[in-house]
């Protein structure tokens, strides 16, 4: 009878135990460089092999509603960010097969660059601390119960984005001569079908949230960069 | 959240609406409460979107015989299936994408029970249950910082079968083993991955059954 009783609350024990662990659910750290995106697509009915050389803009596009000007002046100067961006990809077509020339040439290929960096605030109402160790936003619609104090708490992050595009020389060269001799406002409200249309073949966008470690970030967009590249086997001259 | 707890605790005090007493009865009382850890196993649809077991699932019962042999009542439970897919690149028709992919389901069912005891007289206790209401379930997938996701409540229903074993006569404790299929009703044919016709998983539950 007292070994029974014995395995018994053993028993008891040992259920409590897993039923206390169960309602605690955890899953690995994440890092921000797991959740960063690589995205890439094509224009499937153009022929990559026919064509031979590239021209990269001359400066990678900025747009930010965060970056102060001194951040963005580090960016442009000798050795900074746009200087890392443009050498990374003209290694990686040149690495496919492809030529650099010079934007003045009839390059085959205009690669334009351009860096996004924006600020996002998110809201919610914390009530309950759940999902440790879980990478997230978790929305509400808990109702608050009297005694249990609920409040607004607001967290800001920032998101960057890469996006490389490479366009028809022909195409763009086209646009270029219609586009010559007007101003701004008749090429905005220009008729639509009467502007020549500019033929993307490849787009990438390279996404993620920003460290607070510029290293850190630098080194996620150069692997971001690779991955585009890495994923667009038809490139391959 | 209020309507999870009105049902919840519709389920589990209409247990004790109606009650037959087991008298005489040393293993076997009138009123049946239990604790169970559960894992879980996903099977069909679910398994495909997410093949990955769970080990860390709850469930409590509780019910009262309503005759010699049946005992009505009602059960919440909890079961979370959770994978990570490592950083890779998938691709698709016009080019690819290079991520970490996040899947999660989580599942509360919340259902009346009605389960019958062959032999509510002897030491072991074998018994078929069947439990039908509803389940809230939690579908997500994350791709990188982007969610897609699907929450919803869904009509279920679950068989069941499984042994009590007090530990000992007139012991208002015991051993509760039971496999449980849990089966529900849902159905999307407009999802971006794949289409679903159902969300179904096996539970192994082991828990505690106190009588009185």
Redesign the interface.
């Known amino acids: 009878?007292a070994k029974?009783?014995l395995?018994?609350s053993l028993?008891?024990m040992a259920?409590?135990t897993?039923?206390m662990?169960?309602?605690?659910?955890y899953?690995?750290d994440?890092y921000l460089d797991?959740?960063?995106?690589?995205?890439?697509?094509?224009d499937?009915n153009y022929n990559f092999q026919n064509n031979t050389t590239f021209a990269i803009r001359d400066s990678v596009g900025i747009i930010s509603d965060y970056l102060s000007d001194s951040e963005i002046a580090n960016f442009y100067k000798p050795g900074g960010g746009n200087d890392d961006i443009k050498t990374l990809v003209r290694a990686n077509l040149v690495a496919l097969g492809y030529t650099e020339v010079s934007e003045d040439a009839n390059f085959d290929f205009g690669v334009n660059l351009v860096v996004g960096a924006v600020e996002n605030t998110e809201y919610y109402y914390s009530w309950w601390y759940g999902y440790y160790g879980y990478y997230?936003w978790y929305y509400g619609?808990?109702?608050p119960y009297y005694g249990y104090p609920w409040y607004p708490v607001s967290y800001t992050y920032q998101?960057g984005a890469l996006l490389m595009e490479m366009v028809d020389g022909e195409s763009l060269r086209d646009y270029r001569e219609w586009a010559e001799d007007k101003t701004q406002g008749e090429i905005e409200n220009a008729d639509p079908d009467e502007v020549p249309d500019i033929n993307f073949v490849w787009q990438s966008i390279v996404?993620?949230?920003a460290g607070s470690e510029k290293a850190y970030n630098q080194q996620r967009t150069e692997r971001g960069i690779n991955?585009a590249f890495?994923?667009?086997p038809y490139l391959i001259k | 959240?209020?309507k999870l707890l009105i049902i919840s605790l519709f389920a589990l005090f209409s247990a004790g609406s109606f009650s037959y007493a087991q008298d005489g009865n040393p293993y076997l009382q009138k009123s049946l409460m239990t604790?169970?850890?559960?894992m879980g196993f996903p099977t069909g649809d679910l398994k495909e979107f997410l093949p990955e077991n769970d080990y860390?699932?709850?469930d409590f019962e509780l019910k009262s015989m309503v005759t010699h042999n049946l005992a009505l009542g009602g059960h919440i439970g909890?079961q979370?299936f959770?994978k990570?897919y490592p950083?890779d690149?998938y691709?698709f028709?016009?080019?690819?994408?290079?991520?970490?992919i996040?899947k999660y389901y989580y599942t509360i069912p919340m259902q009346m029970v009605a389960t019958w005891f062959f032999t509510p007289e002897s030491m072991v206790q074998p018994y078929l249950g069947m439990n039908i209401g509803v389940n809230y379930n939690e579908r997500r997938g994350?791709?990188?910082?982007?969610?897609l996701e699907d929450n919803s409540w869904n009509f279920s229903f679950a068989p069941e079968a499984g042994v009590i074993v007090p530990?000992?006569k007139y012991?208002q404790?015991g051993?509760n083993v039971r496999a449980k299929y849990n089966y529900n009703v849902y159905n999307r044919d407009e999802d971006i991955t794949m289409d679903f016709n159902n969300l179904a998983y096996w539970n192994m539950m082991?828990?505690?059954t106190y009588t009185w």
Do not use: N
């Open positions: 009878m029974l009783r395995w018994g028993s008891a259920v409590i897993l039923f662990a169960a309602c605690y659910e899953h690995d994440t797991e959740l960063d995106v690589t995205l890439s697509y094509y499937t997230g619609g808990w109702y998101k996404s993620g949230v991955e890495d994923q667009s | 959240m209020k604790f169970s850890y559960q860390l699932g709850w909890y979370g959770y990570k950083r690149t691709e028709p016009q080019g690819a994408i290079t991520t970490t996040f994350e791709i990188g910082i982007y969610l530990f000992g012991a404790w051993a082991i828990g505690l």
